[in-house]
């Protein structure tokens, strides 16, 4: 009681979720009465992070860098243009399936909405959409990301969960592209409703011109991808590959990427992989005192008595992490939800561990699109002007359907775990 007091009461003052869980591991000790755990502090947190999968994050983060210095991002738009059409509602298509493919660059949620936000949004806006639903749904767009690898949250999760990082990855597939069809069986309901405009005509050599002019842009994915379901490369080994693919289609294909440029990419990249790196070591201190002061074994015993099954305790989790999701962005709430409800997923119910981080991830993420805080569309607020809660109300059909998503896999968990061999 007085560790999580302590937590609640730093948190409050505005201390950065990572000292937190750092300070709040130190006040435990304290009031354990026990010194010589002050011995171990050091040693957990640097365990934290004393792992080979995590090298992947700052790799990809690079990838996602490099994509935008090569001007990669424009030509995924014209392609995924040139699959619509003219079909009704096309832009909002178009705003979905960009997304798509830029997720299996970028991995990140907040960075997607922040670019696609300042390339689709005025796009859709002189076409006659209404701002708020184009930058509402962009957000949405931007929840592909950590769910489509590569994905930081499930390299972090691979960590705190002792799973391979490969398999997270290809767990992540099947239902990101679930979702991606569920979201556009949504823009074409509403879009019979509102009437949305057609995108521009495109004649089939026009489309097969833009495709193909495009097309060197998937390298980047299938070299991801590819390499780690033919069983050539493990996730770190792909995303080093994926980011010299990248730098050679930006230098050689689109000619936009300089390799003078990599200096400061690379120190963005590492910057954001720091702030990564650094709630990862504070959840290895935080996971400890927990397992610790046996908090996962009470959890367990009040579970247990309200979950009789597995799907019953996936329904459980789905609330629980839904409303952490909606206080708490996706990396801590990782760092503050595994330590806790994996061991009894694993031990009690027997759900595989792969699946159980695939249902965890969509939840935080899609509490990036909730309020109070659904940090996503307050990025996409801050680019495009548009009002957060509005956001929010235009594009409820989309949550909704985000949440029949969790519900399927809740019943069916072959949904994140066919492609794993």
Not at 144 to 151: K, R, T, V
Not at 210 to 230: D, F, M
Not at 258 to 281: D, K, T
Not at 377 to 404: Q, R
């Amino acid at each position: 009681m007085i560790t999580s007091a302590a937590f609640v009461a730093i948190m409050l003052v505005g201390v950065p979720i990572g000292l937190c869980l750092c300070l709040a591991g130190l006040v435990y000790i304290a009031a354990s009465g026990n010194p010589v755990l002050f011995q171990s502090y050091p040693l957990q947190l640097f365990g934290g992070v004393d792992s080979y999968g995590l090298i992947a994050i700052p790799l990809f983060i690079l990838i996602g860098e490099i994509m935008n210095g090569g001007g990669i991002t424009r030509r995924i738009v014209d392609m995924a243009m040139a699959f619509v059409g003219s079909l009704k509602g096309g832009l909002a298509y178009v705003n979905i399936l960009a997304n798509m493919f830029i997720s299996s660059i970028l991995g990140s949620a907040t960075a997607q909405v922040a670019i696609m936000a300042q390339i689709m949004v005025p796009e859709m806006e002189k076409k006659g959409y209404d701002k708020t639903f184009a930058a509402g749904l962009t957000a949405y767009g931007g929840m592909l990301g950590p769910i489509i690898p590569p994905s930081v949250m499930f390299v972090v999760y691979s960590v705190l969960a002792q799973v391979s990082v490969s398999d997270m990855l290809i767990a992540g597939i099947v239902p990101g592209v679930i979702l991606t069809v569920m979201f556009c069986l949504v823009i074409a309901l509403m879009g019979y409703v509102y009437n949305y405009p057609r995108a521009d005509y495109q004649t089939p050599r026009q489309r097969v011109a833009t495709i193909l002019r495009t097309s060197p842009t998937l390298l980047i994915p299938i070299v991801i991808v590819g390499t780690i379901l033919g069983g050539l490369a493990n996730a770190t080994e792909s995303a080093a590959v994926g980011a010299v693919a990248a730098a050679l289609v930006g230098k050689f294909w689109t000619k936009e990427f300089e390799f003078g440029q990599l200096p400061q990419m690379m120190l963005r990249s590492a910057i954001y992989s720091a702030i990564v790196l650094f709630l990862v070591a504070a959840a290895a201190v935080f996971s400890w005192v927990l397992i610790f002061g046996k908090v996962p074994q009470e959890t367990a015993g009040w579970i247990q008595s309200a979950a009789k099954d597995p799907v019953s305790f996936m329904l459980i989790c789905n609330v629980i992490l839904l409303v952490i999701g909606t206080v708490i962005d996706g990396i801590p709430g990782l760092i503050m939800t595994v330590p806790i409800l994996l061991p009894v997923a694993t031990e009690v119910y027997h759900i595989d561990p792969r699946h159980f981080g695939v249902v965890i991830v969509i939840n935080l993420v899609l509490g990036l699109l909730s309020p109070p805080v659904g940090l996503c569309f307050f990025v996409a607020a801050a680019v495009t002007g548009a009002k957060p809660g509005k956001m929010f109300m235009v594009t409820l059909p989309f949550f909704v359907i985000s949440c029949v998503l969790l519900v399927l896999l809740s019943l069916y968990p072959s949904l994140s775990l066919i492609l794993i061999k």
